[in-house]
């Protein structure tokens, strides 16, 4: 998957003289072609950096990017861009538009900080839409916040058209003599309406065939359903069993309302992600009051990942956490170290958090939540906190 490649190297970008600028930045405010789209980023951007909250050397390397910044805004960004995210610095131009909203921020270091970006990603995941009348069935992708068409199914409009024409034809035929011409032309009908509903089964059946394939290919986490509700299990039953539970009747097709679609569609990955994301937190939360396989805080967790003990660890992405690592042995220290305790070579500053991140895109058995901004009992926990898997005691004895 390109994406992923993408922030694998990213991950390995390193800057020796930790000039590398991650932003991130809400443009869902004004945009171009928004005449003040311009003006009104570019003052932030300059207010941002004029701040004292911004050391003068950050704000030097700032400075650096801002142009470019400025004009990938005016003449760049695409008009349903919701969050820019960027990585800039020596050597490195890489941005991120984004269907999702996402809260300004900035880091400066030898590596990007690819946490906001993550947990973005997390707000558009892959999903499928499927709307269905009468006539045809059509199935879209929704992903990084965009939704393309995939396929029209039609309900095999041929069959029912001369179904439609003989039920005519024996009304007509039939016609002035009383009430079986009524009786015939209602045999005709009920013909009719069972070619239709044959039709309509038919059609709904192999949508979820093409949703079944497209899994193969590309999962989703979630599959939104828009028709009639008493068609609507002909689809969700067809599909395998592992994938029936995604399968949400969302409500009737909002006719030639497409921005209802959308914002229904928008509605229901924000529910799924939020519910997602505090399931993961209960979890946390049951095994921590138990004291069962779980561990707090970068000097607690860091040194557990390569053990391959580690679930998932639970991230404030707005908090890099600084720390320290050896350049030679790629051991973990706390922030203001200087030399590596196990092996005297020099340490260096880095994100905690970003580690994690490297870590957890190359190891796809770690999983991460990311808690939403400021919560307590992350930061008292020492702003990172890990599910470890049962193995980790077994080993312990
Ligand atoms: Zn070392």
Known sequence: MELQENL????????????????????????????????????RLLNWMGSNECPMAIRKILWGVSGRISLFIEKELKPETEGLFLVAGPGIWQPFELGVRITDFSYVGRTPYLAPLLEALTRMPRAYVFRFDQEEGVLEEVWMGGRKEIERIPSTAIERDAQHQMSRHSTRSQAGSGRSAVRTGGGGRDRFQHCVEHAVESMLHKAADKVMTLQQEAPSKSIYAFGDRKHFPFFRDRLPASLRSQAIHVGPVPHRHDALLAASIKEQQDLRVRNRVEEDISEFQARRAEQCHVASGPEGILPLLHTGNVARVFLDPREPLPGTKCTACGKFAGEGGRQCEACGHVLVVTSMTQEVIHYALFHPSVFLTFVPSGESWLRDLGGMAALLTAEHIHSRG
């Open 8 to 43: 694998k190297n990213l991950c390995l970008f390193e800057d020796a003289d930790a000039q590398v600028v991650t932003f991130a930045l809400d443009v869902s405010q004004a945009k171009p072609p928004h005449p003040a789209a311009r003006s009104h980023h570019k003052n």
